[in-house]
């Protein structure tokens, strides 16, 4: 995410928001837990987030 512009916010907790400043789009999402896999629907949130920044089509 910081690669493609976005800064991280923490959140309270589990939570993490992040803000692409030039195009004003924000992502928030958990952080995955008990182990590291990102479930399909935050990965699909951030993917729309990437989009709407423009980052990818």
């Known amino acids: 995410m910081k690669y ?14 992040f803000v692409h400043k030039e195009a004003k ?10 182990g590291n896999v990102v479930k399909a629907y935050a990965q699909e949130d951030l993917l729309q987030g990437l989009r709407n920044a423009g980052v990818i089509k």
């Not at 493609?4 to 928001?17: M, P, Q, T, Y």
């Open 4 to 17: 493609s512009g976005f800064d991280l916010i923490n959140g309270d907790g589990a939570s993490r928001k």
């Open 25 to 34: 789009v924000k992502v928030f999402i958990h952080k995955p837990h008990p």
